[in-house]
């Protein structure tokens, strides 16, 4: 379920919100709020060609993927997510199951992760601003477990990365560039949609 954007900011409430497709095109879409919106369904069409993409690719390596799914979740965020009337794109996280990813490695399609990771591409393209990261199952987050295992390590990191920095959010009238201490701070809310 969605929560109410915060009166004062426009955002979403602090922290992480699973949805449906449904319920977030209902609300950040559809919604009566954004009823004289300019760019909205643009960028979710967008988004769901991006996403389409993905499961033509899941398609082309079923063969090697063994009834799996190469994107396990999704993580939206940025001004889309916002009482911005008119945002230009949607900011996105795709995890994908990097075991799997790895497996398939030499088959034929598989570069279209490659592609399909391509952040200036896929924003002319499809709207979208994507960073994607590989899925690394741990079994414990204690240092011990995940140091000197590079692919952990990255996944770790890019994952509380991503986490923090979708919760982050420049106040009005802040230009944009490099987030400072005092517009680093936690303040908004990003979703999650399975895949």
């Not at 692919?151 to 009238?173: I, K, N, S």
Request: charged content about 25%; overall charge neutral; proline content about 7%.
């Amino acid at each position: 379920m969605i929560p109410g954007l915060d009166v004062s900011t426009g955002h979403l409430p602090l922290g992480r919100y699973h949805a449906t497709l449904a319920e977030i095109h209902g609300r950040f879409v559809s919604h009566p709020d954004f009823a004289k919106s300019s760019t909205r369904q643009a960028v979710w069409d967008g988004f769901i060609a991006y996403m389409t993409a993905w499961r033509r690719l899941e398609d082309e390596l079923a063969a090697y993927l063994g009834g799996e799914r190469l994107v396990m979740t999704t993580w939206l965020a940025g001004s889309f997510v916002s009482r911005k009337p008119d945002p230009g794109n949607l900011d996105l996280t795709i995890f994908v199951d990097g075991e799997l990813a790895a497996s398939c490695r030499g088959k034929p399609g598989i570069g279209q992760i490659n592609k399909l990771s391509h952040r200036d591409a896929m924003l002319r393209i499809f709207k979208v601003s994507p960073c994607v990261v590989r899925y690394r199952y741990f079994r414990s987050p204690f240092l011990p477990q995940i140091v000197g295992r590079p692919e952990l390590e990255e996944y770790v990191m890019m994952r509380g990365a991503f986490d923090d920095w979708w919760q982050r959010a420049r106040p009005d009238g802040v230009a944009k560039g490099e987030p400072t201490p005092e517009t680093a701070a936690a303040i908004r809310g990003y979703l999650e949609v399975d895949a």
